[in-house]
């Protein structure tokens, strides 16, 4: 068993269950969240140690594990007025932030940290709410530094199944946006294809199940479409405003490399027009996107035949 003492910030879909997968692997765990009543149960459920501010967290922890909306956040977790982890945190400690934040913004608060003693990894994840509930998640992590690494592996094996190694600082959150900007193309392609299609005449169910054993087959195709947004039950757990912000930092990444990704930019600003349209909403919801601007309707498919 770890002698490491993590501390957790953020336990809503994703960080719940990975904070009680990583408290029942035996690992020290205290937690924190703003919402208080969500700390309470936690910390009593899966009897954990809470912190009532993030500079006691810090006091309590060699290794604090961020999952938040975004990098932003972190670094108010960081630097913030006030309260802050940092006004807690020893130099030699660790941060782990396992949310999807800007790559380079990563790498800039990471050089922040060093200067105070302070070891940043960028680790964040894919595999969705059912991923992080199940351990299965997929983690990218970008690292410089190899016996930190080594401290939070404990963790990382607690959380995911597959850990990737994707390079130095940064890297992990340039993997994730890239990966999420892929599956964004994916759902929003077949949610236009449903659309061109369902308008000509066909059969919304028939051309998910060609797609499934053609090569338009994707992800979203084949896990989502007769699953949950076809029969309009959704429940992914990831919002659509969240892959927007995704897409969008992906959209940043190949500007900051003096890129041009027209189909990248295209995709940001539909997805922000989405997510605007329909705020709140899970990202598969965004079929309904296009049926607005459209004006056409996908029947709904309750999976029961006549």
């Not at 336990?11 to 719940?16: A, H």
């Not at 940064?170 to 236009?192: P, Q, R, T």
């Not at 605007?276 to 709904?300: F, K, S």
């Amino acid at each position: 068993m770890s002698g490491t003492r993590f501390g957790w910030i953020g336990l809503g879909n994703m960080g719940w269950p990975m904070a009680r997968n990583t408290k029942t692997a035996g690992l020290s765990l205290n937690v924190f969240d703003i919402n208080q009543d969500v700390l309470g149960r936690f910390a009593s459920e899966f009897d954990s140690g809470r912190s009532s501010s993030l500079q006691g967290l810090g006091e309590a922890s060699d290794v604090v594990v961020t999952i938040v909306p975004d990098g932003k956040v972190v670094r108010r977790i960081c630097f913030g007025e006030g309260d802050n982890v940092l006004g807690g945190l020893k130099p030699g400690s660790i941060l782990v932030d396992m949310s999807s934040s800007e790559p380079t913004g990563t790498r800039e608060l990471g050089a922040e940290l060093k200067a105070k003693g302070i070891t940043l990894i960028d680790a964040p994840v894919s595999g969705g709410a059912h991923g992080a509930d199940a351990g299965t998640l997929s983690i990218m992590v970008g690292c410089d530094d190899e016996e930190a690494f080594k401290r939070v592996e404990p963790m990382f094996q607690a959380t995911g199944k597959n850990v990737f190694r994707c390079g130095g600082l940064g890297n992990g959150h340039a993997m994730k946006c890239l990966n999420n900007y892929l599956s964004a193309v994916g759902l929003s392609a077949a949610n236009e294809a449903l659309i061109i299609g369902k308008k000509f005449g066909l059969d919304a169910g028939t051309m998910v199940d060609i797609w499934n054993v053609s090569t338009g087959r994707n992800a979203s195709t084949e896990t989502k479409f007769r699953q949950k947004v076809l029969p309009r039950t959704y429940g992914s757990g990831f919002a659509a405003a969240l892959m927007a912000k995704d897409v969008g930092i992906a959209n940043g990444l190949a500007k900051s490399q003096d890129l041009q990704a027209p189909v990248l930019e295209a995709l940001s600003g539909v997805w922000n027009a989405a997510s605007e349209m329909l705020p709140g909403v899970d990202h598969e919801v965004t079929l309904e996107y296009y049926e607005r601007i459209n004006g056409v309707e996908i029947p709904l498919d309750t999976g029961k035949k006549d």
